[in-house]
């Protein structure tokens, strides 16, 4: 029992070792090394440009669903006014960069997984060190770059398209004075809010790109240790994002 | 020339190299041979460094790259070509890509030489006309040859090649002993060859090793270890299932 406990706590701490030498080491590739701008493209195209669909629906509809629920609570008060600057806060603030980073984990960050998974299994990183090259330059801090680009891109987008559904939904369909919308929003949000949104998603961004490289570069033995590894990086980083949301506004605020 | 000394090496409560020494000759051909599962793959990884023995030394022209820093053995590796057993092609690339990558990365070249040279690579292992192909829309023995072109294509002093022949019919298994022979005598590299292909490979190789439990068993040229008496190797080579070498 002692035993057992004892083994799960040195295997986690050594694990967290890995993984935190493992963020360290890109960073520090990253400034050495940067790699590629042909291959950070590439990845900013796959991270970034290709998430455009999705990013844009989700944020449509969140934006709806906000415009909904705070028209019901703002008539309670009578301040159905407020919808707009209600609407941009809690996206700006908050929802943009979560969800448009919990949204970039399902679609791109299991693929780096799988992607570099299967390349420990094939043994091309084995290939890449016989060459005598660093796979960190070629595999990782491209990814890394292109997350950390992309995600507040996004991030910016959802915003936008999000606070237009807010508008479609309260102004268009439930009927709130357009001019008052936009105005008491201009009023109300300050640069220190997008600022913020924006710190946010930038360290979204790492985070995806940090577990994303991690957990398929110490992928397992086969197709199931490439498939837990996907699944593993996924739940990961989407619990290390709201975690680390929490962390974060707690001190921005 | 190579040495390993006292390599030691287990996968958890599994030994594999016990206590190995051995000497790998410069510009010849050494053959590794022995049963499956023995750790071939393993000797092999360890003389570049993929992986690192958990006691001894392994010494590539005369420096230990033991406990090496990375940019300190990535300079000893600048001298090393390998084959893997899976090939390990980068899938996400053409053929072309696959053999021009080290010219890229490793050279100065325009990209007009590095079409020639990638043209002639591929020419000399018999392949022509597949460079916009696809890894996975070659059969296995073209794989394994664009894998030899990849491993060859900057003139390394040393060649590693794990298992180069298995699973291929006999003629492209001969045409790939011969290539190997041929680019040698071109080139007098250092080679390094896991294989099971008994007898073939004794008419490839200069110098042959037998590892068996973790030791090597016995090296020397190959006519020695035709005819060693030592019962394993006498089992081996003979593909005999009575003998010291049990299945199980």
Redesign the interface.
């Known amino acids: 029992m002692v035993q057992a406990l004892g083994k799960i706590t040195i295997s986690s701490v050594r694990d967290l070792g890995r993984a935190g030498w493992f963020l360290f080491y890109s960073i520090y590739m990253i400034v050495r090394r940067p790699g590629h701008p042909a291959q950070v493209l590439k990845q900013m195209r796959f991270i970034g440009t290709k998430s455009l669909f999705v990013i844009v629906l989700t944020a449509a509809f969140t934006g709806m669903v906000l415009g909904l629920q705070g028209y019901y609570t703002l008539t309670k008060f009578g301040s159905e006014g407020m919808l707009g600057t209600a609407v941009a806060l809690s996206l700006i603030r908050e929802l943009g960069p979560v969800l448009a980073a919990l949204m970039v984990t399902g679609r791109a960050g299991s693929a780096i997984t799988a992607e570099i998974g ?2 420990r299994i ?3 990183i ?2 890449l ?6 796979p960190f330059k070629y595999l990782v801090t491209p990814k890394f770059i292109a997350a950390i680009i992309s995600l507040p891109l996004l991030c910016a987008i959802f915003d936008v398209v999000g606070i237009y559904g807010g508008w479609l939904v309260g102004v268009k369909l439930l009927g709130v004075n357009p001019g008052a919308y936009f105005y008491e929003m201009e009023k109300a949000v300050v640069w220190r809010d997008v600022y913020s949104g924006f710190a946010k998603s930038f360290s979204f961004g790492l985070i995806i790109a940090w577990i994303g490289c991690y957990k398929g570069y110490y992928a397992g033995h086969g197709a199931e240790g490439v498939s837990k590894a996907t699944t593993e990086s996924v739940v990961l980083t989407s619990v290390l994002i709201l975690v680390w949301d929490y962390f974060l506004t707690s001190v921005l605020l | 020339m190579i040495i390993l000394r006292n390599v030691n090496k287990s996968f958890g409560s599994q030994k594999v190299l016990d206590d190995l020494n051995l000497e790998i000759p410069e510009g010849k051909i050494t053959a590794i041979i022995g049963p499956s599962g023995e750790g071939k793959s393993v000797l092999l990884k360890h003389l570049i460094g993929l992986l690192q023995p958990d006691s001894g030394q392994v010494e590539v022209d005369g420096e230990s790259i033991v406990g090496l820093r990375r940019s300190r053995l990535n300079l000893i590796r600048e001298k090393f070509g390998m084959l893997f057993q899976n090939v390990a092609l980068f899938d996400s690339m053409t053929v072309f890509e696959n053999v021009a990558f080290p010219l890229h990365e490793k050279t100065d070249l325009g990209p007009g030489e590095i079409r020639e040279r990638v043209l002639s690579a591929l020419e000399e292992v018999g392949l022509k006309n597949i460079e916009n192909k696809y890894p996975d829309e070659l059969s296995g023995g073209m794989k394994k040859r664009v894998g030899l072109a990849r491993a060859v294509v900057l003139n390394p002093k040393i060649i590693l090649f794990d298992e180069p022949t298995t699973g291929l019919d006999p003629i492209i298994k001969s045409a790939i002993h011969q290539l190997i022979k041929d680019t040698h005598q071109k080139f007098g590299f250092t080679a390094v060859i896991v294989s099971h292909e008994i007898p073939d490979i004794f008419d490839v190789a200069q110098n042959v090793a037998m590892l068996y439990k973790g030791k090597i068993l016995r090296q020397g040229s190959p006519s020695e270890i035709k005819n060693s008496d030592h019962p394993a190797v006498r089992q081996f080579i003979s593909g005999s299932l009575d003998g010291p070498i049990r299945l199980i």
């Open positions: 299967i390349m094939t043994e091309q084995d290939a060190e016989t060459m005598a090259l660093d």
